[in-house]
Protein backbone atom coordinates (compact mmCIF):
# COMPACT_ATOMS: atom_id res chain seq x y z
CA UNK A 1 0.00 0.00 0.00
CA UNK A 2 1.02 3.40 -0.57
CA UNK A 3 -0.48 7.05 -0.38
CA UNK A 4 -1.31 9.05 -2.70
CA UNK A 5 -1.40 13.25 -3.48
CA UNK A 6 -4.62 14.09 -4.87
CA UNK A 7 -6.60 17.33 -6.18
CA UNK A 8 -5.81 19.46 -2.95
CA UNK A 9 -2.61 19.42 -2.82
CA UNK A 10 -1.17 22.71 -2.14
CA UNK A 11 2.75 22.66 -3.06
CA UNK A 12 3.94 23.99 0.03
CA UNK A 13 6.65 21.28 0.27
CA UNK A 14 6.15 20.91 3.94
CA UNK A 15 5.57 16.99 3.38
CA UNK A 16 9.27 16.59 1.89
CA UNK A 17 11.45 17.04 4.55
CA UNK A 18 9.46 14.34 6.80
CA UNK A 19 9.62 11.67 4.11
CA UNK A 20 12.28 9.25 5.55
CA UNK A 21 12.48 7.68 2.02
CA UNK A 22 12.78 10.70 0.12
CA UNK A 23 10.18 9.98 -2.53
CA UNK A 24 7.70 12.77 -3.44
CA UNK A 25 8.43 14.81 -6.09
CA UNK A 26 8.70 17.67 -7.34
CA UNK A 27 11.50 19.53 -4.73
CA UNK A 28 11.96 23.01 -4.08
CA UNK A 29 15.14 22.55 -5.68
CA UNK A 30 14.29 21.12 -8.85
CA UNK A 31 13.18 23.35 -11.93
CA UNK A 32 10.42 21.30 -11.98
CA UNK A 33 8.52 22.64 -8.51
CA UNK A 34 7.74 25.89 -10.15
CA UNK A 35 5.66 24.76 -12.93
CA UNK A 36 4.40 21.90 -10.94
CA UNK A 37 0.71 21.15 -11.18
CA UNK A 38 0.91 19.37 -7.44
CA UNK A 39 3.34 17.29 -5.91
CA UNK A 40 3.63 13.54 -6.18
CA UNK A 41 4.35 10.34 -3.98
CA UNK A 42 6.46 7.48 -5.95
CA UNK A 43 3.92 4.12 -5.39
CA UNK A 44 7.67 1.84 -5.88
CA UNK A 45 9.29 3.61 -3.26
CA UNK A 46 6.59 4.42 -0.64
CA UNK A 47 6.58 2.89 2.50
CA UNK A 48 3.39 3.31 3.77
CA UNK A 49 4.54 5.31 7.02
CA UNK A 50 2.05 8.30 7.17
CA UNK A 51 4.51 11.02 7.69
CA UNK A 52 3.57 12.70 4.86
CA UNK A 53 -0.18 12.89 6.25
CA UNK A 54 0.55 14.16 9.30
CA UNK A 55 2.96 17.43 7.48
CA UNK A 56 0.23 17.50 4.97
CA UNK A 57 -1.37 21.53 5.87
CA UNK A 58 -4.36 20.70 3.39
CA UNK A 59 -5.39 17.37 3.99
CA UNK A 60 -4.07 16.33 0.24
CA UNK A 61 -2.74 12.90 1.53
CA UNK A 62 -4.71 9.58 1.13
CA UNK A 63 -3.90 6.17 1.55
CA UNK A 64 -4.15 4.42 -1.42
CA UNK A 65 -6.69 2.23 0.06
CA UNK A 66 -8.68 5.04 1.28
CA UNK A 67 -9.37 6.54 -1.96
CA UNK A 68 -12.62 7.75 -3.12
CA UNK A 69 -14.23 7.61 -6.64
CA UNK A 70 -13.70 11.08 -7.17
CA UNK A 71 -10.08 10.36 -6.35
CA UNK A 72 -8.93 6.76 -7.20
CA UNK A 73 -7.22 8.13 -10.87
CA UNK A 74 -4.88 10.07 -8.74
CA UNK A 75 -3.26 6.62 -7.97
CA UNK A 76 -2.51 6.29 -11.59
CA UNK A 77 -1.86 10.28 -12.06
CA UNK A 78 1.34 9.93 -9.18
CA UNK A 79 2.69 6.68 -10.81
CA UNK A 80 2.74 8.50 -14.13
CA UNK A 81 4.91 11.14 -12.73
CA UNK A 82 7.67 8.70 -12.09
CA UNK A 83 7.55 7.09 -15.53
CA UNK A 84 8.23 10.44 -16.93
CA UNK A 85 10.50 11.13 -13.96
CA UNK A 86 12.48 8.38 -12.70
CA UNK A 87 12.99 8.65 -8.99
CA UNK A 88 16.98 9.23 -8.28
CA UNK A 89 17.43 10.14 -4.54
CA UNK A 90 19.05 13.67 -3.80
CA UNK A 91 18.82 13.52 -0.68
CA UNK A 92 20.90 15.80 1.71
CA UNK A 93 20.71 16.25 5.11
CA UNK A 94 18.75 19.16 5.53
CA UNK A 95 20.90 22.69 6.13
CA UNK A 96 20.22 24.12 9.34
CA UNK A 97 18.96 27.51 9.04
CA UNK A 98 21.21 30.68 10.60
CA UNK A 99 19.48 32.37 13.81
CA UNK A 100 20.90 35.68 14.69
CA UNK A 101 23.03 35.59 17.76
CA UNK A 102 20.80 36.52 20.97
CA UNK A 103 23.01 39.55 21.90
CA UNK A 104 21.27 41.17 18.60
CA UNK A 105 18.24 41.04 20.77
CA UNK A 106 14.86 40.66 19.45
CA UNK A 107 13.98 41.24 16.08
CA UNK A 108 11.01 43.50 15.08
CA UNK A 109 9.36 42.76 12.08
CA UNK A 110 5.33 44.05 10.68
CA UNK A 111 4.14 41.91 8.10
CA UNK A 112 1.62 43.95 5.76
CA UNK A 113 -1.12 41.33 4.93
CA UNK A 114 -2.42 38.51 6.25
CA UNK A 115 -2.96 36.03 3.39
CA UNK A 116 -0.71 32.81 2.52
CA UNK A 117 2.11 34.88 1.88
CA UNK A 118 2.36 37.01 4.95
CA UNK A 119 1.44 34.12 7.25
CA UNK A 120 4.76 31.75 5.47
CA UNK A 121 7.24 34.92 6.12
CA UNK A 122 5.51 35.32 10.06
CA UNK A 123 5.81 31.30 10.75
CA UNK A 124 9.55 31.32 9.02
CA UNK A 125 10.24 34.28 11.18
CA UNK A 126 9.03 32.60 14.20
CA UNK A 127 10.91 29.64 13.65
CA UNK A 128 14.57 31.74 13.18
CA UNK A 129 14.55 34.25 15.44
CA UNK A 130 13.77 35.76 18.62
CA UNK A 131 11.51 37.83 16.84
CA UNK A 132 7.88 40.08 17.63
CA UNK A 133 5.84 40.13 14.38
CA UNK A 134 2.94 42.58 13.68
CA UNK A 135 0.87 41.26 11.25
CA UNK A 136 -1.16 44.46 9.58
CA UNK A 137 -4.52 43.82 7.59
CA UNK A 138 -6.81 45.91 6.20
CA UNK A 139 -9.82 43.81 6.82
CA UNK A 140 -11.02 42.61 10.28
CA UNK A 141 -10.26 39.08 9.63
CA UNK A 142 -6.70 37.44 8.46
CA UNK A 143 -6.10 34.67 5.92
CA UNK A 144 -6.28 36.95 2.62
CA UNK A 145 -7.85 34.33 0.14
CA UNK A 146 -7.63 31.58 2.19
CA UNK A 147 -10.81 32.85 3.18
CA UNK A 148 -12.01 35.20 0.20
CA UNK A 149 -10.32 33.41 -2.52
CA UNK A 150 -10.57 29.60 -1.87
CA UNK A 151 -14.19 27.85 -3.28
CA UNK A 152 -16.54 26.83 -0.30
CA UNK A 153 -16.49 23.20 -1.76
CA UNK A 154 -13.00 23.09 -1.60
CA UNK A 155 -12.78 23.15 2.64
CA UNK A 156 -9.51 20.68 2.65
CA UNK A 157 -7.43 23.58 1.16
CA UNK A 158 -8.59 26.31 3.48
CA UNK A 159 -7.41 24.23 6.29
CA UNK A 160 -4.19 25.47 5.93
CA UNK A 161 -5.56 27.95 8.05
CA UNK A 162 -5.32 25.60 10.85
CA UNK A 163 -1.78 25.36 10.52
CA UNK A 164 -0.98 28.96 10.96
CA UNK A 165 -3.61 29.56 13.56
CA UNK A 166 -1.88 26.85 15.77
CA UNK A 167 1.95 28.59 14.50
CA UNK A 168 0.84 32.04 15.88
CA UNK A 169 -0.38 31.17 19.34
CA UNK A 170 2.42 33.29 21.11
CA UNK A 171 2.13 36.64 21.78
CA UNK A 172 5.09 37.03 19.71
CA UNK A 173 2.75 37.81 16.94
CA UNK A 174 0.27 40.44 17.12
CA UNK A 175 -2.66 41.07 15.01
CA UNK A 176 -3.05 44.49 13.64
CA UNK A 177 -6.52 43.95 11.99
CA UNK A 178 -8.89 46.56 10.89
CA UNK A 179 -5.98 48.26 10.19
CA UNK A 180 -4.67 50.11 6.79
CA UNK A 181 -1.03 50.81 6.51
CA UNK A 182 -1.17 54.49 4.88
CA UNK A 183 -4.06 55.43 6.56
CA UNK A 184 -3.70 54.61 10.08
CA UNK A 185 0.04 54.04 9.90
CA UNK A 186 2.33 55.66 7.67
CA UNK A 187 5.58 52.90 5.65
CA UNK A 188 7.72 55.98 7.28
CA UNK A 189 5.78 55.33 11.06
CA UNK A 190 6.13 51.14 10.70
CA UNK A 191 10.01 51.31 9.76
CA UNK A 192 10.42 54.04 12.96
CA UNK A 193 8.55 51.08 15.15
CA UNK A 194 10.46 47.94 13.52
CA UNK A 195 14.00 46.78 11.67
CA UNK A 196 11.91 45.69 8.87
CA UNK A 197 8.61 45.83 6.67
CA UNK A 198 7.33 42.91 4.43
CA UNK A 199 5.05 43.75 1.88
CA UNK A 200 2.73 40.40 1.34
CA UNK A 201 -0.31 42.43 0.09
CA UNK A 202 -0.50 40.27 -3.48
CA UNK A 203 -2.18 41.21 -6.45
CA UNK A 204 -5.35 43.04 -6.13
CA UNK A 205 -6.73 44.30 -9.17
CA UNK A 206 -7.46 41.95 -12.23
CA UNK A 207 -6.89 42.54 -15.57
CA UNK A 208 -9.06 43.92 -17.75
CA UNK A 209 -10.19 42.95 -21.90
CA UNK A 210 -10.13 46.20 -22.85
CA UNK A 211 -13.01 45.66 -25.45
CA UNK A 212 -16.57 47.43 -26.30
CA UNK A 213 -19.01 46.77 -23.35
CA UNK A 214 -16.57 45.19 -20.63
CA UNK A 215 -18.34 47.95 -18.49
CA UNK A 216 -22.37 46.62 -19.44
CA UNK A 217 -24.71 45.93 -16.29
CA UNK A 218 -23.88 42.29 -16.17
CA UNK A 219 -20.03 42.33 -17.44
CA UNK A 220 -18.02 41.75 -14.08
CA UNK A 221 -14.27 40.49 -12.89
CA UNK A 222 -14.68 36.73 -11.41
CA UNK A 223 -12.78 38.26 -8.64
CA UNK A 224 -15.62 40.42 -7.87
CA UNK A 225 -18.01 37.02 -7.89
CA UNK A 226 -15.52 34.85 -5.84
CA UNK A 227 -15.25 37.77 -3.03
CA UNK A 228 -19.11 38.25 -2.67
CA UNK A 229 -20.13 34.11 -3.11
CA UNK A 230 -17.19 34.51 -0.09
CA UNK A 231 -18.43 36.89 2.27
CA UNK A 232 -15.57 39.35 1.95
CA UNK A 233 -17.15 42.50 3.47
CA UNK A 234 -16.34 44.56 0.33
CA UNK A 235 -18.36 42.68 -1.96
CA UNK A 236 -21.25 41.46 0.25
CA UNK A 237 -23.55 44.44 -1.46
CA UNK A 238 -22.87 43.53 -5.07
CA UNK A 239 -25.81 42.46 -7.18
CA UNK A 240 -25.01 39.65 -9.81
CA UNK A 241 -27.68 38.81 -12.32
CA UNK A 242 -28.67 35.36 -12.52
CA UNK A 243 -31.95 35.14 -14.56
CA UNK A 244 -30.87 34.31 -17.75
CA UNK A 245 -29.88 31.00 -18.41
CA UNK A 246 -26.30 31.18 -19.52
CA UNK A 247 -23.02 32.83 -18.63
CA UNK A 248 -19.96 33.13 -20.39
CA UNK A 249 -16.63 33.08 -18.31
CA UNK A 250 -13.68 34.62 -19.70
CA UNK A 251 -10.75 32.57 -19.44
CA UNK A 252 -9.79 28.78 -18.35
CA UNK A 253 -7.73 28.73 -15.26
CA UNK A 254 -8.31 27.23 -11.71
CA UNK A 255 -10.66 30.30 -10.70
CA UNK A 256 -12.70 29.91 -13.68
CA UNK A 257 -13.26 26.52 -12.92
CA UNK A 258 -14.63 27.63 -9.65
CA UNK A 259 -16.71 30.02 -10.32
CA UNK A 260 -18.29 27.24 -12.99
CA UNK A 261 -18.60 24.90 -10.05
CA UNK A 262 -20.58 27.66 -7.72
CA UNK A 263 -22.53 28.58 -10.74
CA UNK A 264 -23.64 25.05 -11.58
CA UNK A 265 -23.61 23.10 -8.34
CA UNK A 266 -27.07 22.08 -6.07
CA UNK A 267 -27.74 24.87 -3.90
CA UNK A 268 -28.20 22.02 -1.29
CA UNK A 269 -24.61 21.17 -1.63
CA UNK A 270 -23.28 24.26 -1.28
CA UNK A 271 -25.90 24.92 2.00
CA UNK A 272 -22.93 22.55 3.59
CA UNK A 273 -20.26 24.85 2.88
CA UNK A 274 -18.99 28.55 4.58
CA UNK A 275 -20.45 29.89 1.07
CA UNK A 276 -21.73 33.38 2.22
CA UNK A 277 -25.83 33.43 2.84
CA UNK A 278 -26.17 36.19 0.73
CA UNK A 279 -24.69 33.92 -2.59
CA UNK A 280 -27.01 31.47 -1.86
CA UNK A 281 -29.97 32.70 -1.42
CA UNK A 282 -29.28 34.01 -4.44
CA UNK A 283 -28.25 30.62 -6.39
CA UNK A 284 -31.54 29.03 -4.92
CA UNK A 285 -33.13 31.44 -7.04
CA UNK A 286 -30.92 31.32 -9.97
CA UNK A 287 -32.11 30.40 -13.38
CA UNK A 288 -28.28 29.83 -14.42
CA UNK A 289 -27.92 26.07 -16.75
CA UNK A 290 -25.08 26.67 -18.87
CA UNK A 291 -21.73 27.70 -18.29
CA UNK A 292 -19.59 28.22 -21.08
CA UNK A 293 -15.76 28.59 -20.42
CA UNK A 294 -13.83 30.62 -23.48
CA UNK A 295 -9.96 29.96 -23.78
CA UNK A 296 -7.99 31.91 -26.06
CA UNK A 297 -5.39 28.83 -27.22
CA UNK A 298 -6.03 25.40 -27.55
CA UNK A 299 -6.88 22.32 -25.01
CA UNK A 300 -2.95 21.49 -24.53
CA UNK A 301 -2.64 25.27 -23.21
CA UNK A 302 -5.73 25.50 -21.16
CA UNK A 303 -4.93 27.10 -17.90
CA UNK A 304 -6.48 24.86 -15.60
CA UNK A 305 -5.12 21.95 -13.88
CA UNK A 306 -5.74 18.72 -14.58
CA UNK A 307 -7.26 17.72 -10.89
CA UNK A 308 -9.27 20.66 -11.24
CA UNK A 309 -10.70 19.45 -14.75
CA UNK A 310 -10.80 15.78 -13.48
CA UNK A 311 -13.21 16.82 -10.74
CA UNK A 312 -15.78 18.97 -13.20
CA UNK A 313 -16.74 14.94 -13.96
CA UNK A 314 -17.58 14.07 -10.69
CA UNK A 315 -20.33 17.07 -10.07
CA UNK A 316 -23.27 15.36 -9.51
CA UNK A 317 -26.27 17.16 -11.87
CA UNK A 318 -23.57 18.63 -14.26
CA UNK A 319 -22.25 17.76 -17.52
CA UNK A 320 -19.04 18.72 -19.25
CA UNK A 321 -19.41 19.37 -23.08
CA UNK A 322 -16.94 19.84 -25.51
CA UNK A 323 -17.80 19.68 -29.14
CA UNK A 324 -15.14 17.21 -30.51
CA UNK A 325 -13.79 19.92 -33.17
CA UNK A 326 -12.45 21.61 -30.31
CA UNK A 327 -10.23 19.26 -29.60
CA UNK A 328 -8.84 19.75 -33.22
CA UNK A 329 -4.90 19.93 -32.77
CA UNK A 330 -2.56 22.18 -35.05
CA UNK A 331 0.48 20.02 -35.85
CA UNK A 332 3.00 21.24 -33.88
CA UNK A 333 0.32 21.00 -30.60
CA UNK A 334 -0.19 16.96 -31.94
CA UNK A 335 3.43 16.82 -32.27
CA UNK A 336 3.93 17.88 -28.72
CA UNK A 337 1.39 15.02 -27.28
CA UNK A 338 2.54 12.47 -29.45
CA UNK A 339 5.73 13.22 -27.74
CA UNK A 340 6.36 9.99 -25.42
CA UNK A 341 8.72 12.38 -23.25
CA UNK A 342 5.37 14.84 -22.61
CA UNK A 343 4.99 15.88 -18.70
CA UNK A 344 1.92 13.58 -17.97
CA UNK A 345 -0.61 15.93 -16.77
CA UNK A 346 -0.50 17.98 -20.37
CA UNK A 347 -1.64 14.25 -22.06
CA UNK A 348 -3.85 13.98 -18.80
CA UNK A 349 -5.88 17.35 -19.91
CA UNK A 350 -6.31 16.31 -23.27
CA UNK A 351 -7.41 12.67 -22.52
CA UNK A 352 -9.74 13.98 -20.05
CA UNK A 353 -10.96 16.39 -22.71
CA UNK A 354 -11.63 13.47 -25.04
CA UNK A 355 -13.83 10.96 -21.92
CA UNK A 356 -16.06 14.48 -21.48
CA UNK A 357 -16.95 14.18 -25.71
CA UNK A 358 -17.25 10.67 -25.70
CA UNK A 359 -20.12 11.01 -22.26
CA UNK A 360 -23.75 11.29 -23.34
CA UNK A 361 -24.86 14.93 -21.31
CA UNK A 362 -28.28 14.17 -19.86
CA UNK A 363 -31.26 16.57 -20.69
CA UNK A 364 -32.25 17.54 -17.32
CA UNK A 365 -28.27 18.52 -16.26
CA UNK A 366 -26.65 21.88 -16.24
CA UNK A 367 -24.15 22.47 -18.31
CA UNK A 368 -20.51 23.34 -18.25
CA UNK A 369 -19.29 24.20 -21.72
CA UNK A 370 -15.42 24.79 -23.04
CA UNK A 371 -14.62 26.72 -25.83
CA UNK A 372 -11.16 27.02 -27.02
CA UNK A 373 -9.48 29.41 -29.45
CA UNK A 374 -11.56 32.08 -29.08
CA UNK A 375 -10.49 35.77 -27.58
CA UNK A 376 -13.60 38.28 -27.06
CA UNK A 377 -14.21 41.52 -28.82
CA UNK A 378 -17.24 42.98 -27.66
CA UNK A 379 -19.89 42.88 -25.11
CA UNK A 380 -23.08 43.58 -26.32
CA UNK A 381 -26.85 44.92 -25.32
CA UNK A 382 -28.61 48.05 -24.41
CA UNK A 383 -28.91 48.63 -20.56
CA UNK A 384 -27.40 45.16 -20.06
CA UNK A 385 -25.15 42.43 -21.42
CA UNK A 386 -26.71 40.59 -23.81
CA UNK A 387 -24.54 38.64 -25.92
CA UNK A 388 -20.67 37.85 -26.31
CA UNK A 389 -18.61 38.36 -29.67
CA UNK A 390 -15.52 36.61 -30.80
CA UNK A 391 -13.20 35.53 -32.64
CA UNK A 392 -12.14 32.09 -33.28
CA UNK A 393 -8.25 31.92 -33.20
CA UNK A 394 -5.46 29.82 -34.82
CA UNK A 395 -2.11 28.85 -33.17
CA UNK A 396 1.17 29.75 -34.86
CA UNK A 397 4.22 29.55 -34.12
CA UNK A 398 6.28 32.80 -32.89
CA UNK A 399 10.04 32.27 -31.35
CA UNK A 400 9.65 28.65 -30.69
CA UNK A 401 6.29 29.17 -28.92
CA UNK A 402 2.48 28.89 -29.79
CA UNK A 403 0.59 31.75 -29.75
CA UNK A 404 -3.24 32.81 -30.44
CA UNK A 405 -3.42 34.68 -33.85
CA UNK A 406 -6.75 35.80 -34.97
CA UNK A 407 -8.18 34.30 -37.68
CA UNK A 408 -11.18 35.78 -40.11
CA UNK A 409 -14.19 33.99 -38.29
CA UNK A 410 -16.23 35.63 -35.39
CA UNK A 411 -19.10 34.07 -33.72
CA UNK A 412 -21.49 35.74 -31.65
CA UNK A 413 -23.12 34.33 -28.16
CA UNK A 414 -26.13 35.22 -26.43
CA UNK A 415 -25.57 35.72 -22.10
CA UNK A 416 -26.95 37.46 -19.33
CA UNK A 417 -23.84 37.50 -17.88
CA UNK A 418 -20.22 38.27 -18.51
CA UNK A 419 -17.61 36.95 -16.37
CA UNK A 420 -13.36 37.97 -17.10
CA UNK A 421 -10.99 35.34 -15.06
CA UNK A 422 -7.99 36.40 -16.99
CA UNK A 423 -5.44 37.28 -14.00
CA UNK A 424 -5.24 39.01 -11.69
CA UNK A 425 -2.51 42.32 -11.19
CA UNK A 426 -0.46 43.56 -8.37
CA UNK A 427 -1.17 47.80 -7.54
CA UNK A 428 1.27 50.43 -6.55
CA UNK A 429 2.37 50.35 -2.86
CA UNK A 430 2.31 53.67 -1.25
CA UNK A 431 6.42 55.01 -0.60
CA UNK A 432 7.45 51.70 -2.60
CA UNK A 433 8.67 51.60 -6.83
CA UNK A 434 6.54 49.73 -8.63
CA UNK A 435 6.88 48.28 -12.04
CA UNK A 436 3.99 49.20 -14.13
CA UNK A 437 4.70 46.54 -16.58
CA UNK A 438 4.83 43.66 -14.40
CA UNK A 439 2.66 44.50 -11.82
CA UNK A 440 4.94 44.22 -9.00
CA UNK A 441 7.43 45.56 -6.80
CA UNK A 442 11.04 45.25 -7.84
CA UNK A 443 12.66 43.10 -6.23
CA UNK A 444 15.79 40.91 -6.00
CA UNK A 445 15.07 37.94 -3.94
CA UNK A 446 12.52 39.98 -1.37
CA UNK A 447 14.53 42.83 -0.47
CA UNK A 448 13.14 45.98 -2.58
CA UNK A 449 14.87 47.75 -5.18
CA UNK A 450 14.42 51.53 -5.63
CA UNK A 451 16.77 53.19 -8.38
CA UNK A 452 19.32 50.02 -8.49
CA UNK A 453 19.58 49.87 -5.34
CA UNK A 454 18.11 48.03 -1.86
CA UNK A 455 15.94 50.13 -0.08
CA UNK A 456 17.04 48.92 3.76
CA UNK A 457 14.55 47.41 5.91
CA UNK A 458 11.48 46.97 3.15
CA UNK A 459 11.13 43.30 1.54
CA UNK A 460 8.24 41.73 -0.12
CA UNK A 461 6.77 38.36 -0.47
CA UNK A 462 3.83 36.41 -2.69
CA UNK A 463 2.27 38.10 -5.74
CA UNK A 464 3.58 41.60 -5.13
CA UNK A 465 6.59 39.96 -5.13
CA UNK A 466 6.57 37.35 -8.23
CA UNK A 467 3.53 38.45 -10.17
CA UNK A 468 0.16 36.23 -10.02
CA UNK A 469 1.54 32.64 -10.44
CA UNK A 470 1.58 29.74 -8.42
CA UNK A 471 -0.61 28.08 -5.67
CA UNK A 472 -1.47 28.56 -1.30
CA UNK A 473 1.46 26.66 -0.89
CA UNK A 474 3.54 28.38 -3.09
CA UNK A 475 3.99 31.08 -1.01
CA UNK A 476 6.10 28.68 1.40
CA UNK A 477 9.49 28.81 -0.73
CA UNK A 478 8.72 32.05 -1.52
CA UNK A 479 8.62 33.47 1.92
CA UNK A 480 11.47 31.47 3.16
CA UNK A 481 13.69 33.34 0.10
CA UNK A 482 12.77 36.61 1.52
CA UNK A 483 13.41 35.88 5.05
CA UNK A 484 16.74 34.52 4.35
CA UNK A 485 17.69 38.08 2.93
CA UNK A 486 15.80 39.89 5.94
CA UNK A 487 17.37 37.66 8.65
CA UNK A 488 20.96 37.88 6.72
CA UNK A 489 20.61 41.70 6.56
CA UNK A 490 20.44 42.04 10.64
CA UNK A 491 23.24 40.06 11.36
CA UNK A 492 24.96 41.89 8.76
CA UNK A 493 23.55 45.13 11.29
CA UNK A 494 22.18 46.54 7.78
CA UNK A 495 19.30 47.21 9.44
CA UNK A 496 18.33 50.61 11.46
CA UNK A 497 17.36 49.70 15.32
CA UNK A 498 13.38 50.82 15.96
CA UNK A 499 13.03 53.86 17.80
CA UNK A 500 9.98 52.80 19.38
CA UNK A 501 8.71 49.48 20.99
CA UNK A 502 5.88 47.42 20.93
CA UNK A 503 4.11 49.22 23.66
CA UNK A 504 4.57 52.88 21.97
CA UNK A 505 3.05 51.06 18.72
CA UNK A 506 0.10 50.04 20.77
CA UNK A 507 -0.59 53.33 21.99
CA UNK A 508 -0.33 55.23 18.32
CA UNK A 509 -2.53 52.44 16.98
CA UNK A 510 -5.00 52.78 19.90
CA UNK A 511 -5.22 56.97 18.98
CA UNK A 512 -5.48 56.06 15.06
CA UNK A 513 -8.04 53.18 14.87
CA UNK A 514 -9.56 52.57 18.24
CA UNK A 515 -11.34 49.64 15.87
CA UNK A 516 -8.46 47.43 15.64
CA UNK A 517 -8.95 44.17 16.18
CA UNK A 518 -6.35 42.01 17.91
CA UNK A 519 -5.99 37.99 18.83
CA UNK A 520 -8.57 38.37 20.73
CA UNK A 521 -10.84 39.71 18.50
CA UNK A 522 -10.31 37.50 15.88
CA UNK A 523 -11.13 34.83 18.32
CA UNK A 524 -14.51 36.11 18.93
CA UNK A 525 -15.19 36.88 15.30
CA UNK A 526 -14.52 33.08 14.85
CA UNK A 527 -16.27 31.81 17.19
CA UNK A 528 -18.84 33.41 16.66
CA UNK A 529 -19.01 32.50 13.22
CA UNK A 530 -18.21 28.52 14.00
CA UNK A 531 -20.83 28.60 16.55
CA UNK A 532 -23.51 29.91 14.13
CA UNK A 533 -22.11 27.45 11.56
CA UNK A 534 -23.16 24.38 14.29
CA UNK A 535 -26.94 25.16 14.26
CA UNK A 536 -26.96 24.20 10.48
CA UNK A 537 -23.78 21.84 10.49
CA UNK A 538 -21.41 23.83 8.23
CA UNK A 539 -18.15 24.57 9.34
CA UNK A 540 -19.47 28.79 9.93
CA UNK A 541 -21.51 30.84 8.92
CA UNK A 542 -19.48 34.16 8.03
CA UNK A 543 -20.02 37.52 8.61
CA UNK A 544 -20.17 39.29 5.59
CA UNK A 545 -20.14 43.02 7.09
CA UNK A 546 -17.04 44.98 8.44
CA UNK A 547 -19.65 46.33 11.03
CA UNK A 548 -20.94 42.97 11.73
CA UNK A 549 -17.43 41.96 12.27
CA UNK A 550 -16.33 44.52 14.09
CA UNK A 551 -19.57 43.90 16.58
CA UNK A 552 -18.67 40.21 16.88
CA UNK A 553 -14.98 40.74 17.32
CA UNK A 554 -16.28 43.10 20.95
CA UNK A 555 -17.98 40.35 22.18
Same mark, same amino acid.
Request: charged share 25%; hydrophobic share 40%; glycine share 6%.
Given at each position: ???????????????? *????????????????????????????????????????????????????????????????????????????? *??????? *?????????????????????????????????????????????????????????????????????????????????????????????????????????????????????????????????????????????? #???????????????????????????????????? @????????????????????????????????????????????????????????????????? *????????????????????????????????????????????????????????????????????????????? #??????????????????????????????????????????????????????????????????????????????????????????????????????? @????????????????????????????????
Amino acid at each position: MAYVITQRCCNDASCI *PECPVDCIRPTPGQPEFATTEQLYIDPDTCIDCGACVDACPVEAIVSEDDLTASLARFRDINAAYFQRHPLESNFDP *PVTPSRP *PKELGTLRVAIIGAGPAACYAADELLRRADVEVEMFDRLPTPWGLVRAGVAPDHPGTKSVSSMFETAFRRDTLQYRLNVEVGKHISHQELLAHHHAVIYAVGASTDRRLNVPGEDLPGSHSATEFVAWYNGHPDYAERIFDL #SGERVVILGNGNVALDVARVLTLSPDDLAKTDIADH @ALDALRNSNVREVVVLGRRGPLQAAYTSAEFLALGHLEGVDVIIDPAELELDSESQALLDDPDVE *PSLRLKYQLAQEYVAKAPNPENKRIVFRYLASPTAITGGDKVEALEFVHNELVSEDGRLVARASDRTETLPASMVLR #SIGYRGVPVADLPFDERTGVVPNLSGRVVADGAHMPGVYVAGWIKRGPRGVIGSNRVDAQETVEQLIADFMADKLTAPQSDRAALNTLLAQRQPELVDREGWK @AIDTSERTAGQASGRSRVKITTREGLIEAARI
